[in-house]
């Protein structure tokens, strides 16, 4: 809303001039209150002035009585009036809520059809061209290995946009905040100008995060950083413990921190920016979707966490991220995988009979036999007629949500009844359901969201079924 059309300059306006009027109401309310004390003081005071006078012609008591109607009158007057005022107040202010909100979210949709659109023109394009290249095996090849790239680089934008719902909560574990940083610069920084310093700090308190998550955020602020030294620069990236009681941002719960800061050369941002450029969408980059800097913000709020930005134009910018620290704890590195078992059954349940099938391939090509059914209680069926076979299923992948019908959340509990060492993997395109994030208090032994690729899958099931399963030679 502009300026024209009385929209912050009227705000301004208005609670200036009621500012005025309640310093003069005030200074009113001071002098009757004056003249009330004079008037009861009046009959002691100036009792000898008084003579012979007729008493009856002066009664300090109605006049207190008037004055003091007089002065309720006045106040409510005042009083309803403000009230009126306030209240019309309070709607401009509504109305201008209302203006911005709907002004985001015309940048946020301009932004998801635009990023989209130019998503689906190359998944669309390069299964055209495998289909015209039909006798051409190696060129099909070329073409679905673009269009897998570009529908992981769709999925990611998925999850961007999961991180502003009500849902996305973080997957937690014990981590070292060295490795994640290590690990974002390595994915970031390849093919770069830009060199990069890291000190991870001595000592560094783990934290508790989703690895992936601060991962993708380091990620966000290196690639960042990088963009806003075009013609090359330095990146340094410093990890330091901040002690409970140690200065920090005053919205952050007080405790002990750990800091990374993230101090480029580069351009900088200019102050007027500043306040925007956490915004869903909002880049002032030719390259960039502008979502980098909103996920780094709404995830780090997930994990009760702050990121904070200084900067100068033309000497650089700095952004410094809080996380929650455990000094008592230690960090877990990350177990190298071992490969399941090639004989192992697994029972996939989905809704989507593309998800169904799909699942299945992967598994029959990672050397599993998979078997798909579309509810919890068709699952429930297969399993215990495979256990009283003698073909159990070594794992479940059960669909949180099920329309109409019982979803994954309920299965498990009703499998674990039947088989208390049954091992079951949640997966869901849904973010809002804790479950994905406490999976494992819902009895749950594995999560993979989806869209997933084979590789992942095959992460997750070495990882479910290798304290129950045996290597064989040439297991992939």
Known sequence: MSGSDGGPERLLRENLRLSKERDLFLRYIREKTDELLVLMECPTLNADAVGDMELIVYDPIGTIASSFGSVLRNLKETNERL??????????????????????????????????????????????????????????????????KVCVRARELTRHLLTFSKGGAPVRKSASIGEIISGAAEVSLPGSNVRCDVDPGEDTWPVHVDVAQIGQVFSNLIINAVQAMPDGGVLGIRAENVPAGDPIPPLLAPGSYVRVSFTDTGVGI?????????????????????????????????????????????KGSTFSVFLPAF??????????????????????????????????????????????????????????????????????????????????????????????????????????????????????????????????????????????????????
């Open 83 to 148: 009230r009126k005022e306030a209240a019309e107040r309070e709607r401009i202010e509504a109305e201008l809520l209302k203006a911005e909100k709907l002004e985001s979210i015309g940048v946020l949709a301009g932004g998801i059809a635009h990023d989209f659109n130019n998503l689906l023109t190359g998944i669309l394009g390069n299964i055209s061209m495998a289909q015209i290249r039909a006798d051409s095996p190696e060129e099909i090849r070329e073409n679905l290995s673009r269009a897998e």
């Open 270 to 314: 200019p102050k007027e920016l500043l306040a925007k450029i956490f915004d869903p969408f909002f880049t002032t980059k030719e390259k960039g979707s502008g979502l980098g800097l909103a996920t780094a913000y709404s995830v780090l709020k997930q994990h009760d966490g702050m990121i904070t930005v200084t900067s100068e134009p033309g």
């Open 327 to 476: 000094p008592e704890g230690t960090a877990r590195r990350k177990d190298a995988a071992a490969p399941a078992s090639m004989k192992a059954r697994i029972l996939v349940m989905d809704d989507e009979e593309t998800v169904r099938e799909i699942a299945i391939e992967f598994l029959e090509h990672l050397g599993y036999e998979g078997v798909g059914t579309g509810s919890g209680q068709e699952a429930l069926e297969a399993y215990r007629e495979a256990s009283a076979g003698g073909r159990p299923f070594s794992a479940v992948i059960m669909d949180l949500t099920i329309p109409g019908g019982m979803g994954g959340k309920e299965a498990v509990r009703r499998l674990l009844e039947f088989d208390p060492v049954a091992r079951a993997i949640v997966s869901s395109g849904y973010s809002t359901d804790p479950v994905m994030a406490e999976y494992e208090k819902h009895g749950f032994s594995g999560v993979i969201a989806k869209p997933y690729r084979m590789d992942e899958l095959k992460e997750v099931l070495n990882t479910v079924l290798r304290p129950f399963t045996v290597p064989e030679p040439g297991a992939v």
